[in-house]
T-cell receptor
């Protein structure tokens, strides 16, 4: 089966850097996604990793280690609008191409 | 261009009734996904279409749930004999290919009384 773990909540200060970790177990790993979801809204895509290493996109970076079943999302120069849930999701090709989401990490950015 | 749209935005029904939820994907997107999300949880995979066929329906919780995509575009999620536990936000997403990012619609909030 599949399992995704990420912290439930995190708090950080405006202008700071925060790292949100995600560990996963899956039999047919085929890529890892990070999505942002503001309260009451649909998730929006942030990043995609399928190979080991760091992918950087503006203030957001995502890292993947397939051997460790581990990823993190790094947010730099935090802004108040970054307060949201951050969802780690793994695509699994066992029997199909389903995407399994973690429960999400609620990030609170304080002034 | 237009994003993913879902109708209705809200649906209130009584226990035991039948409901249909509609999803219009982004034009040209061949992959379509249905998810269910409860408060404080991540989206729960239900079913995935590639074109007209259901490529993976392993997430459908039981045989009261069924989804179709007859022409490879619009999809309908059908729930028979609704139960209070079916109350959730139902999200639809589409992507250009299976390895691409998914674009989510605004969701349908289903409430079963």
């Amino acid at each position: 089966g599949q399992n995704i773990d990420q912290p439930t909540e995190m708090t950080a200060t405006e202008g700071a850097i925060v790292q949100i970790n995600c560990t996963y177990q899956t039999s047919g790993f085929n890529g890892l996604f990070w999505y942002q979801q503001h309260a009451g809204e649909a998730p929006t895509f942030l990043s995609y990793n399928v190979l080991d290493g760091l992918e950087e996109k503006g203030r957001f970076s995502s890292f993947l280690s397939r051997s460790k079943g581990y990823s993190y999302l790094l947010l730099k120069e935090l802004q108040m609008k970054d307060s949201a849930s951050y969802l780690c999701a793994v695509r699994d090709h066992t029997g199909g191409f389903k995407t399994i989401f973690g429960a999400g990490t609620r990030l609170f950015v304080k002034a | 261009g237009a994003g993913v749209s879902q109708t209705p935005s809200n649906k209130v029904t009584e226990k035991g009734k039948y409901v249909e939820l509609r999803c219009d994907p982004i034009s040209g997107h061949t992959a379509l996904y249905w998810y269910r999300q409860s408060l404080g949880q991540g989206p729960e995979f239900l079913i995935y279409f590639q074109g007209t066929g259901a490529a993976d329906d392993s997430g459908l919780p039981n045989d009261r749930f069924f989804a179709v995509r007859p022409e490879g575009s619009v999809s309908t999620l059908k729930i028979q004999r609704t139960e209070r536990g079916d109350s959730a936000m139902y999200l639809c997403a589409s992507s250009a290919r299976t390895d691409n990012e998914q674009f989510f619609g605004p969701g349908t909030r289903l409430t079963v009384l």
